[in-house]
C-alpha cells in the first residue's frame, strides 16, 4: 500500500512535479529513473507519492490497471458563466514533502536530469503549510477528512479489485482571486463554503450555492444533509502556494493546490461535475473566487507494483 498517501505528516516543504513522455521515449529507462528516485527519497527520508496517467500507466504495469481510469477532462459550467476546471492530463506525477527544501530540490532534480531525452516536465509547484493546515482564504482546509485510520478503507483500492493496494488522485492547481474574496463579509464567505472560519464548524443549514452542498456526499440525500451518512469519501492534503510577481511587477498568482485521494475515480468526477453544475445544479460559488489552472487525475500503484517494475 501507499505509504507516502496515508502519511499526514507531510513535513514543511512539498514539491509537485508532472511529466510527460518525448517522442521515443525508452520505457526501461524510465523504469531505471522511478527506481532512482525512490531509493534517494528513501535515503533522504523524502515522502514521494508516485502516480501515472491512465497510457503510461499502461504500459508500464498493463496488468495492474485499475477499474474505471480515465484522463481528466475540463470541466465547464453552463450557466453562461465561462468557469471551468481546467484540463491538463499528464502522464507522470511526483509529489516529494518533508522538512528538508533543499533535500527535495536536489532530488527532484537529479530525476529530472536523469530522464532528460524521455520525459519532460509539463509543469511544477511548489507548496508550503501555512498556519495550522489553513488555505489563503483563512479557511482551515481537509476538516472534512476521514479519520486517518479510516484512510484505508477510504483511499485504497480494495485487495480483490484490479489495482489493489493503490489509490486514484486527483491533482489541481487552484487561482484565488484573493482581492475579490477578501472584500466579502465574513458572513459571506462562510455561507460559501459551508462552514464557520473561526472553528471549521458545519452551519446548521447550507445554501444551494455552497461548496459543502457540492462536495459532502450523503447517502440517500443531498449533499451536506447531515442528517445522513457520508459516502464516497476521499482523503485530501492541500497546501498553499505563492507563485513569484511577474517580470513586469505586481502581484504573482496564488491559490491551493489541491491533492484527493480515493478507492474509486467516479467520486472525485462526480464532485466536479456538481461543483461546476455541468448537470443543470447551480453552481459551487467559490468557483467566483478560484478556479484550477490545471489537472490531472492519476493513479498511484501499490508499493509491491513500484517494487516490480
Known amino acids: 500500500m501507499g505509504g507516502a ?28 529513473c522511478i527506481q532512482g ?33 480515465n484522463n481528466y477532462e475540463t470541466f465547464k459550467s453552463v450557466d453562461g458563466s465561462g468557469r471551468e476546471a481546467k484540463g491538463t492530463q499528464e502522464e507522470m506525477l511526483l509529489w516529494f514533502n518533508g522538512s528538508q527544501k533543499d533535500d527535495i530540490w536536489k532530488t527532484q532534480f537529479t530525476l529530472r536530469e536523469a530522464v532528460k531525452g524521455h520525459m519532460r516536465v509539463a509543469r511544477e509547484t511548489i507548496t508550503f503549510i501555512f498556519g495550522d493546515s489553513l488555505d489563503m482564504t483563512g479557511f482551515t482546509d481537509g476538516t472534512g477528512n476521514p479519520d486517518p485510520s479510516r484512510d484505508i478503507e477510504v483511499a485504497i483500492v480494495p485487495d480483490d479489485q484490479p489495482g489493489a493496494g493503490g489509490s486514484h488522485i486527483i491533482a489541481q492547481r487552484w487561482v484565488h482571486d484573493l482581492q ?48 445522513k451518512p457520508k459516502r464516497n469519501e476521499i482523503s485530501r492534503r492541500s497546501t498553499p502556494y505563492a507563485h513569484p510577481a511577474p517580470p513586469e511587477g505586481g502581484d504573482g498568482v496564488v491559490g491551493l493546490y489541491f491533492i484527493g485521494f480515493c478507492k474509486d475515480q467516479a467520486p472525485l468526477v462526480e464532485r466536479m461535475r456538481a461543483m461546476y453544475g455541468c448537470d443543470g445544479q ?17 493513479f498511484a500503484p501499490a508499493v509491491e507494483v513500484l517494487d516490480a517494475l
Not at 525512490?38 to 496488468?63: S, V, W
Not at 447551480?282 to 492519476?298: E, I, K, M, Q
Request: net charge negative; charged share 25%.
Open 5 to 32: 498517501i496515508l502519511n499526514r505528516d507531510m513535513g514543511q516543504h512539498q514539491w509537485y512535479v508532472h511529466l510527460r513522455r518525448e517522442s521515443g521515449a525508452d520505457l526501461n529507462h524510465i523504469k531505471k
Open 37 to 69: 528516485v525512490r531509493h534517494d527519497c528513501a535515503k533522504l527520508d523524502i515522502n514521494l507519492t508516485m502516480a501515472f496517467g491512465p497510457t503510461l500507466l499502461q504500459d508500464l504495469t498493463p496488468g495492474d490497471m485499475p477499474m474505471d481510469f
Open 180 to 227: 475579490a474574496w477578501n472584500k466579502l463579509p465574513v458572513a459571506q464567505q462562510e455561507a460559501i463554503f459551508g462552514r464557520t472560519k473561526s472553528t471549521s464548524k458545519l452551519l446548521p443549514e447550507l445554501a444551494d450555492y455552497s461548496h459543502l452542498a457540492h462536495t459532502d456526499l450523503r447517502e440517500g440525500g443531498a449533499a451536506g444533509d447531515q442528517s
Open 282 to 298: 447551480v453552481r459551487d460559488r467559490l468557483t467566483d473566487f478560484s478556479n484550477p489552472a490545471s489537472g490531472s487525475f492519476y
